[in-house]
Each structure stands twice: as structure tokens, then as C-alpha cells.
């Protein structure tokens, strides 16, 4: 019975050691593994979040450059009225003193050689007219949407944290195989829409560079 017991607990030693070994053999696979990616997982959870940074950045950029744009516009179409009205108020201001100075042939002691270039205001005239269309055909083109849509980071669940067991085994504390806990599992999504009449200052070109 003696010889009998000892065979068993031999036996038990036996398989404890095979598994023994084969759970140090898989940590130490598993160690080789971790060791080998740590770089990538750090390197790809910091794009990740440099990405959204730079994305929402860009976002509002073109928020900005779009509320700039139109203000330009607005005082392009402006200029372009103040323009229109002096040349036409030149024109007639030319046109009144070319008809005194013909009025005064007659009874005036000197009268100064003045004539009107109508060709240059007919120019003038062309050139606010092109003005008008380029502004015309921007409007009539295809405008952007209004809303961007912003990119976010979503939380993954992808399993169970470690057990407070797992933590205790000496290659674990060791290797620090738990260091990427607070390393979460992310996808990209669009969220919610940014509106572009959202309180944005307008950015300065510098800046927006």
C-alpha cells in the first residue's frame, strides 16, 4: 500500500511539473510576444490620439475658413458696388463739365481743351461687368456642406481585465505584462456635426497656416 501511494504521488508530481513547465514555457512565449509589440501598441495608441487631435483641428480650420470666406465675399460684393457707384458718379461728374465748358465757347474769355474718354470708362465699365460674372458663377457653383463631421475615438470592449490572480504571477510583476491596461481598444467615428455657424473665431491666415 505504501509503494502504492508513493507511485501515485510520483505521478502527480510528474504531471504538476509537465504543467508547470508548459504554463512557464507560455509566459515565457507570451513575454517574447509582448516584448516584441509593446513599440506598436504605444506607437498606435498615440497616432490614434494625435489623429483625432489633428482632426478636429482641421475641422475647425475649415469652420473658420468657411465663415471667412463668405465674410470676404460679402466685402468683395461691397467694394465692388462702392466701385461701381464712384465710376458712375466720375462719369457724370466729367460729362457736367464738358457740357459748361461747351456752354462757355461763347461768352467765356478762356476755355481750357477738355473731352471725355469714353473709351476708358467703357473699359472700366467691362471689367466690373467680368467682375459680376466671376461672382455670379461662384455663387451658381456647388457650395460645401454646411456641417463637418467631427472624428472621434470609441471605446471597444474587447474581453475581461486581467484577474487580480494573474497579477500576482512573478514573470507578470516582472516582464510588467499589465503595463497596457489603461491602453484602451479604440475604432474611429464620425459623431456629431460641427456647424459651421458654431461660435468659432474666425482664424487669421497665419494661423490658419
Not at 97 to 107: Q, Y
Not at 188 to 194: A, I, N, P, S, W
Request: proline share 4%; charged share 30%.
Amino acid at each position: 500500500m505504501g509503494r502504492e501511494v508513493e507511485r501515485k504521488l510520483r505521478k502527480v508530481c510528474k504531471t504538476a511539473k509537465m504543467y508547470e513547465d508548459a504554463a512557464e514555457k507560455s509566459m515565457t512565449e507570451m513575454t517574447q510576444i509582448y516584448n516584441d509589440n509593446r513599440r506598436v501598441i504605444v506607437n498606435r495608441y498615440t497616432s490614434e490620439l494625435k489623429f483625432v487631435d489633428h482632426a478636429e483641428g482641421l475641422a475647425r480650420n475649415l469652420t473658420s475658413l468657411r465663415k471667412r470666406s463668405s465674410w470676404l465675399s460679402q466685402q468683395l460684393g461691397q467694394l465692388r458696388h462702392n466701385v461701381q457707384k464712384q465710376m458712375e458718379d466720375l462719369y457724370q461728374t466729367e460729362v457736367d463739365i464738358d457740357i459748361k465748358l461747351r456752354a462757355c465757347h461763347g461768352s467765356c474769355q478762356l476755355a481750357l481743351p477738355f473731352s471725355i474718354d469714353h473709351s476708358s470708362y467703357q473699359m472700366l465699365q467691362n471689367d466690373m461687368d467680368q467682375i459680376d460674372k466671376t461672382l455670379n458663377k461662384r455663387k451658381k457653383t456647388a457650395t460645401p456642406p454646411k456641417n463637418i463631421p467631427t472624428i472621434n475615438l470609441q471605446h471597444i470592449d474587447v474581453g475581461p481585465a486581467p484577474s487580480a490572480e494573474y497579477k500576482t504571477i512573478p514573470m507578470v510583476k516582472r516582464e510588467l505584462l499589465t503595463q497596457f491596461e489603461d491602453i484602451g481598444q479604440n475604432q474611429v467615428v464620425l459623431e456629431k456635426l460641427l456647424e459651421a455657424s458654431a461660435d468659432i473665431e474666425a482664424l487669421a491666415p497665419t494661423e490658419l497656416e
